[in-house]
């Protein structure tokens, strides 16, 4: 059964830097890409980071620079640095990946980065 767990969230200060992990079981890790999503109040979730199974990065625009993403494959872990908060990046953080044929999505729980001003 596919299991991701996120953790690393925190109340920070404007500057952070945190750092979000997301624990995944379940599947093959090393062959599929994963992702880092947020969900901001009153805002719908967009995508934040996306890593390939090759390690190639991609990001939105508004973290570029700031965050970045990174995978572990021995820990079957994927990593979410945020530097340079701002309080606009205050949400709930989920990790995300989409295996099996046909694709499923499936979602951590979330974990909460509130960057006060």
């Known amino acids: 059964q596919v299991q991701l767990v996120e953790s690393g969230g925190v109340l920070v200060q404007r500057g952070g830097p945190p750092r979000l992990s997301c624990a995944a079981s379940?599947?093959?890790?090393?062959?599929?890409?994963m992702g880092w999503y947020r969900q901001r109040p009153v805002k719908g979730r967009e995508s934040v980071a996306f890593i390939s199974e090759h390690g190639h990065t991609n990001y939105v625009e508004s973290v570029k620079v700031r965050f970045t993403i990174s995978r572990d494959s021995d820990k079957n872990t994927v990593f979410l640095q945020l530097n340079s908060l701002k309080p606009e990046d205050t949400a709930v953080y989920y990790c995300?990946?989409?295996?099996?044929?046909?694709?499923?999505?499936?979602w951590g729980q979330g974990t909460q980065v509130t960057v006060s001003s």
């Open positions: 379940g599947f093959i890790f090393i062959i599929y890409p």
């Open positions: 995300n990946v989409a295996v099996g044929m046909p694709l499923r999505v499936y």
